[in-house]
């Protein structure tokens, strides 16, 4: 879906958003700073933990476990990542920061855009760390829907 995006410091641009997902633990490793990562609250990768039960998060201060936290911990972040087709011809360069409402996004690669902030909280899923399958996914995508629909009815 085509969505007008207001960037900062720039004109406003025309973005292909594709969808929405977690980030992975490279992807956070390789792709953000301490400092991005830090948003205050712990936060869950996508990425599986060492064991079946557990999913790579991020703490408040920006470290990633790897070990990861309890896939049924309520207590953990949901913080998405916009997948966008078309970074470079809507002129848009890492380390940009757009608006969609009042949601603001930093792009972090030549397809993502990091959601600044926590939007929600949500346990990963009752059952294991598989991403795909999982209730972290439903929830990311139901955020996603309602993003799209806001954008629609704007």
């Excluded at 476990?65 to 911990?73: K, P, Q, W």
């Amino acid at each position: 879906m085509k969505t007008k995006v207001e960037k900062l410091v720039r004109e406003p641009c025309e973005v292909e958003i594709t969808g929405a997902t977690l980030l992975t633990v490279d992807e956070a490793n390789d792709l953000l700073t301490v400092e991005d990562r830090a948003c205050g609250s712990w936060w869950w990768l996508r990425s599986p933990g060492y064991c079946e039960d557990a999913a790579v998060d991020v703490d408040e201060d920006g470290f990633v476990h790897v070990f990861g936290g309890t896939v049924r911990g309520y207590s953990v972040g949901v913080r998405p990542a916009l997948q966008i087709e078309n970074l470079a011809s809507a002129n848009l360069e890492i380390g940009d920061e757009f608006y969609i409402g009042e949601q603001r996004f930093k792009v972090i690669s030549d397809h993502l855009a990091l959601c600044d902030l926590i939007v929600g909280y949500s346990r990963f899923d009752s059952k294991g760390n598989d991403y795909e399958n999982s209730e972290i996914k439903a929830y990311v995508d139901h955020w996603f829907e309602e993003l799209m629909n806001w954008v629609a009815e704007a």
